[in-house]
């Protein structure tokens, strides 16, 4: 099946250092990745749509210096959080889409454990 | 924002018993999905149901649809300890766009 690998898994630093995470598609093209935030026992929340080539769409109250994204290519996309704070600190995790056919599932990484100091 | 709510929050039972969780939403869909999440792990896509239809399986999942009660609902049968984990539901307004999360289940199954 999809694979979507999502790379650190854990990052614990210090505040004021930017964090970059990088979510790839292993075996399909995502022309469209999706990053998420979860906070302990809650649902997650879409915080901005990556577009291969363009702009990211960014949700409501997500700030888009803080949490830059690049989706420079169709099996990368990058969530960098500019400048961490213990505020930061969250479960961050990525989908894609394998592109070309309708109403298919989200495939998801295994997200990444943010812990800022 | 989450339109998704599902019932039980927690639910706990006992190994061979079966599971059942609601998702109900606010909006016209194109599609329903669920996911299971293992503590501190990402999503795994179990089933996606499509708005004209009524009722899905998948081996020991049975999802059904009643979109004029726009409600779902996810039964596991004859459940393990391996299932315990959080279900999600998500919904899709169009097919491949953006999904809204439901607040989740935490399912324990106690062997």
């Known amino acids: 099946g999809a694979v979507v690998s999502q790379h650190p898994s854990r990052v614990i630093c210090k505040s004021g250092t930017s964090v970059k995470i990088e979510c790839r598609s292993l075996?399909?093209?995502?022309?469209?990745m999706f990053w998420y935030r979860q906070f302990p026992k809650q649902s997650l929340m879409l915080m901005a749509t990556?577009?291969?080539?363009?702009?990211?769409?960014?949700e409501q109250g997500v700030e888009k210096d803080k949490f830059l994204i690049n989706h420079a290519s169709l099996t990368l996309s990058t969530l960098t959080v500019t400048s961490a704070h213990p505020e930061d600190s969250s479960f961050y995790i990525c989908?894609?889409?394998?592109?070309?056919?309708?109403?298919?599932?989200?495939?998801f990484g295994d997200g990444t454990r943010l812990s800022i100091l | 924002s989450q339109q998704g709510e599902e019932d039980p929050q927690a639910l706990s039972i006992q190994e061979g018993e079966n599971a059942t969780m609601n998702c109900s939403y606010k909006?016209?869909?194109?599609?329903l999905q669920w996911y299971r999440q293992n503590s501190g792990r990402g999503l795994v896509h179990l089933i996606l149901?499509?708005?004209?239809?009524r009722e899905k399986h998948s081996g020991r999942l049975r999802v059904t649809l009643d979109t004029s009660k726009k409600s779902s609902s996810l039964l596991i049968t004859a459940s393990r300890a391996a299932d315990t984990a959080s279900y999600f539901c998500?919904?899709?307004?169009?097919?491949?766009?953006?999904?809204?999360f439901g607040e989740g289940t935490q399912l324990t199954v106690n062997p």
């Open positions: 989908s894609a889409r394998d592109w070309g056919v309708s109403a298919q599932p989200q495939h």
């Open positions: 075996d399909f093209q995502a022309t469209t």
């Open positions: 990556s577009n291969e080539g363009s702009k990211a769409t960014y």
């Open positions: 909006t016209s869909i194109n599609n």
């Open positions: 149901i499509r708005s004209n239809e």
């Open positions: 998500a919904t899709s307004e169009t097919s491949g766009s953006r999904l809204t």
